[in-house]
């Protein structure tokens, strides 16, 4: 989208819709030094989204959280075993995306423990990618 990447999924339970902006600051920050605060300007960005693409659903807003969570450089997956120690698996789906996948990284990580391979097209995700 022109304003950037956004992601939504229901909350069970609740009337209404997680909704967040990825990256939304543009922002490298240190974990311990980071503000976890939201503000007007937080909301503005993510209401102007939802008024525009969600008009029906732009109503008042019921919580605004921070969502830090770890990205690699080029923002894919680590999903692959170790090269110098095959029976060591290492798997970053990074934490901010990442839970959205946990079953088919649990299944790939699963594949790789077992079998050293896997059905799944794993190769944007294998580790040589950040060595180079």
């Known amino acids: 989208m022109d304003e950037g990447r956004y992601y939504g999924l229901p909350i069970y339970g609740v009337p209404g819709f997680k909704l967040g902006r990825y990256h939304h600051l543009d922002e490298v920050?240190?974990?311990?030094?980071?503000?976890?605060?939201?503000y007007p300007r937080d909301e503005r960005v993510?209401?102007?989204?939802?008024?525009?693409?969600?008009?029906?659903?732009?109503?008042p807003t019921?919580?605004?959280r921070a969502c830090l969570f770890t990205n690699t450089r080029?923002?894919?997956?680590?999903?692959d075993q170790h090269?110098?120690?095959?029976?060591?698996?290492i798997a970053s789906p990074c934490s901010g995306h990442g839970f959205k996948?946990?079953?088919?990284?649990?299944?790939?990580?699963?594949?790789?423990?077992?079998r050293g391979d896997t059905r799944h097209d794993i190769a944007m995700y294998r580790l040589p990618r950040l060595l180079t």
């Open 62 to 64: 019921m919580a605004l």
């Open 74 to 79: 080029d923002e894919h997956f680590i999903l």
């Open 29 to 38: 920050v240190d974990p311990d030094q980071i503000d976890h605060d939201c």
């Open 83 to 89: 090269p110098d120690f095959p029976q060591v698996c």
């Open 101 to 114: 996948f946990c079953s088919v990284v649990g299944e790939i990580m699963a594949d790789l423990t077992e």
């Open 46 to 59: 993510l209401r102007s989204f939802t008024e525009r693409y969600f008009p029906d659903a732009a109503g």
